[in-house]
């Protein structure tokens, strides 16, 4: 067997696709509901950008992967924080 060939650790796989499935359902079923206005739509949306989009690309990717600059041990703190809400 190839050693490139990996085997699907299920565990990992289904939280990174259940998790994310299962807030956007609840997000979806609350709005139906009327128990979730506007704001707390705009809010999740806003995280979920700076979490995965800022934390991800901006923290774990740039800064931490390849080191192409250097920040300020609190902007790299937020980073890190922001990419681990990310759950990766």
């Known amino acids: 067997m190839n050693k490139a060939v990996r085997r ?9 696709i259940l998790n994310p499935l ?6 979806i ?7 979730l206005g506007n704001p707390a739509i705009w809010i999740f949306g806003f995280i979920y950008a700076i979490g995965a989009n800022l934390g991800i690309t901006a923290g774990y990717h740039r800064l931490m992967s390849h ?3 250097e920040a300020h041990p609190l902007v790299e703190w937020f980073f890190l924080l922001m990419g ?3 759950f990766e």
């Open 22 to 27: 299962a807030a956007i359902v609840g997000m």
């Open 84 to 86: 681990a809400s990310a």
């Open 8 to 16: 699907l650790e299920w565990t990992v796989s289904s939280f990174m």
């Open 29 to 35: 079923w609350l709005a139906h509901a009327g128990l």
């Open 67 to 69: 080191r192409s600059y």
